[in-house]
C-alpha cells in the first residue's frame, strides 16, 4: 500500500526539481530565474501565494480528468464507487501518476522551491480527503469561500446537472470564475458513483475497463479525426451521436425544461 505513495512523491520531486535547476539557475550564489528575478523564498506569503497557485492547478488538472476522455479513463476509478465516505477518497487509479505532475511543473519553474510545492499538494490531497463524507452540513459563510462535503457531494453525483461540477480543491473560486459551481440542492436525493459501471469487483476491470472502451471505439472508427476524438475528447463524445457527452446531456435536459 506504501509502493503507491512513495513512487509518487518520488517522481514528483524528481520532475520539480529537475525543473526548478533548469529554470532557476544559480548565478553568483543567487538562485534567479530564467526571466530575471530572485527565485521565491520562504516567506509566508510566498507559502499562501504557493497555496493559490496550487489550487488554480487542481482545478485544471481535475477538470481535465473529466473532459478528456485518456484522463478520465484513470479518474473514473475515483468515482465508480456508489458509495461516497472516506474509504472514497482513497479509491484511486494508477496511472494518474503518469501525468498530474506535468501540470505542476510550471511552479518550480517560476520559483516556487519544489518542497514547498510538494507540501502545499499534501496540504491539498488532505484537504479533499476530508471532503468525502456525508455528516457534514453546510458551513454557512464557508460556503462561499472553500470547496465543501455538500459541494463534493454534488461532484460525485450521478444527477446529470450535477456532472462535470465542483472541480475545485481547497478553494471553490475557480469554479465560480469559469462556470462548474453547483450548490447541493437539500430536497433531491443524491445517487453516487458512475452512469455506466464496469459491473465488477475485479480492482484490474475497475482499472483498466475504460482504457479497453476507448480502444474499442478507436478500432472502430474509419477517420482518423474520429480515432483522436475517441481519445482525447471528452467522455461519451461519439461521431454519430450514439452517445452523448456531459454538456449535450445537461443542453438536452434543460432544452426541456427541467432543473
Keep these: 500500500a506504501l509502493i503507491g505513495p512513495i513512487f509518487k512523491v518520488l517522481f514528483a520531486l524528481a520532475l520539480f526539481e529537475l525543473t526548478y535547476e533548469l529554470f532557476n539557475p544559480i548565478s553568483d550564489g543567487v538562485r534567479t530565474n530564467i526571466l530575471g528575478y ?4 520562504y516567506a509566508w506569503y510566498v507559502w499562501a501565494l504557493c497555496l493559490f497557485a496550487d489550487d488554480f492547478t487542481y482545478y485544471c488538472f481535475h477538470r481535465a480528468n473529466h473532459e478528456i476522455r485518456l484522463f478520465w479513463a484513470a ?3 475515483h468515482h465508480s464507487s456508489d458509495n461516497f465516505n472516506l474509504g472514497t477518497a482513497v479509491r484511486n487509479g494508477w496511472f494518474t501518476i503518469l501525468y498530474k505532475p506535468f501540470f505542476y511543473m510550471w511552479m518550480p519553474a517560476i520559483g516556487f522551491p519544489p518542497e514547498m ?3 502545499i499538494i499534501g496540504v491539498e490531497i488532505m484537504w479533499q480527503f476530508q471532503l468525502h463524507s456525508v455528516y457534514v452540513p453546510k458551513l454557512g ?3 462561499k469561500i472553500f470547496n465543501t462535503h455538500t459541494m463534493h457531494q454534488v461532484h460525485h453525483a450521478q444527477d446529470i446537472d450535477y456532472l ?3 472541480h475545485g480543491g481547497i ?3 475557480f469554479d465560480k470564475m469559469f462556470g462548474t459551481w453547483k450548490e447541493l440542492d437539500d430536497d433531491k436525493e443524491i445517487k453516487y458513483g458512475v452512469i455506466h459501471p464496469p459491473n465488477s469487483y475485479n480492482p484490474l476491470v475497475i482499472l483498466t475497463h475504460e482504457y479497453k472502451d476507448i480502444w474499442k471505439d478507436v478500432k472502430k472508427s474509419k477517420k482518423l479525426s474520429h480515432a483522436f476524438m475517441y481519445i482525447f475528447g471528452p467522455p461519451g463524445w461519439s461521431h454519430d451521436g450514439s452517445t452523448l457527452t456531459v454538456r449535450q446531456q ?3 435536459l434543460n432544452s426541456k ?3
Excluded: A, M, T, Y
Design 38 to 41: 530572485e527565485s521565491f523564498g
Design 164 to 166: 462535470d461540477k465542483n
Design 117 to 119: 510545492v510538494l507540501v
Design 250 to 252: 445537461q443542453e438536452k
Design 75 to 77: 479518474h473514473i476509478v
Design 141 to 143: 459563510f464557508l460556503e
Design 171 to 173: 478553494l471553490n473560486i
Design 257 to 259: 425544461g427541467v432543473n
